[in-house]
């Protein structure tokens, strides 16, 4: 059989947003699905709680094995990306940021090479990691920064 440490777990990129609204205030093909969430619902969310909760990776937290992998597999409309980062913190988009209060994470540097390209999940797609050495890895949306996975691999 095949081992423990060639686990895969899997993570789903989720979001909610509505199409008309989204297309008309970011442009044509922000969002491909059929959400219920308005672009101004969206951004009242972020101004209340500092996210909009139906934009989330899920799990929020898991358990890999050494040497496991993540395969992110993304169930909503929007561009997401699943990048690990060092610490989580601002994603690279701007207005998000300054809504939020948030800085960009380092790994935003470079931009639109490096790790945002690198990572970014189209709606339908998925993305599966390197296998995980022991330890914590963060992964978070460099674009809805608050869509965060803490992986304890170990």
């Given at each position: 059989?095949?081992?423990?440490?060639?686990?895969?777990?899997?993570?789903?990129?989720?979001?909610?947003?509505?199409?008309?609204?989204?297309?008309?205030?970011?442009?044509?093909?922000?969002?491909?699905?059929?959400?219920?969430?308005?672009?101004?619902?969206?951004?009242?969310?972020?101004?209340?709680?500092?996210?909009?909760p139906a934009w989330r990776f899920a799990p929020e937290q898991l358990r890999?094995?050494?040497?496991g992998t993540l395969a992110a597999h993304n169930r909503g409309g929007e561009?997401?990306?699943?990048?690990?980062?060092?610490?989580?913190?601002?994603?690279?988009?701007?207005?998000?940021?300054?809504?939020?209060?948030?800085?960009?994470?380092?790994?935003?540097?470079?931009?639109?090479?490096?790790?945002?390209?690198?990572?970014?999940?189209?709606?339908?797609?998925?993305?599966?990691?390197?296998?995980?050495?022991p330890g914590i890895h963060r992964y978070e949306c460099l674009i809805h920064?608050?869509?965060?996975?803490?992986?304890?691999?170990?």
């Open positions: 059989g095949a081992s423990a440490a060639s686990a895969t777990r899997q993570v789903q990129m989720l979001d909610d947003c509505d199409p008309a609204t989204f297309n008309a205030a970011i442009g044509p093909g922000t969002c491909v699905k059929d959400g219920g969430t308005t672009f101004s619902e969206f951004i009242a969310q972020l101004l209340a709680q500092g996210r909009a890999l094995d050494p040497g561009d997401h990306t699943f990048t690990e980062v060092a610490n989580f913190g601002g994603g690279c988009i701007a207005a998000l940021n300054d809504l939020l209060g948030l800085t960009p994470v380092p790994e935003c540097a470079g931009l639109p090479a490096g790790a945002f390209a690198a990572t970014l999940v189209r709606p339908g797609a998925t993305v599966t990691t390197s296998p995980l050495p920064p608050w869509m965060q996975t803490t992986v304890t691999v170990g």
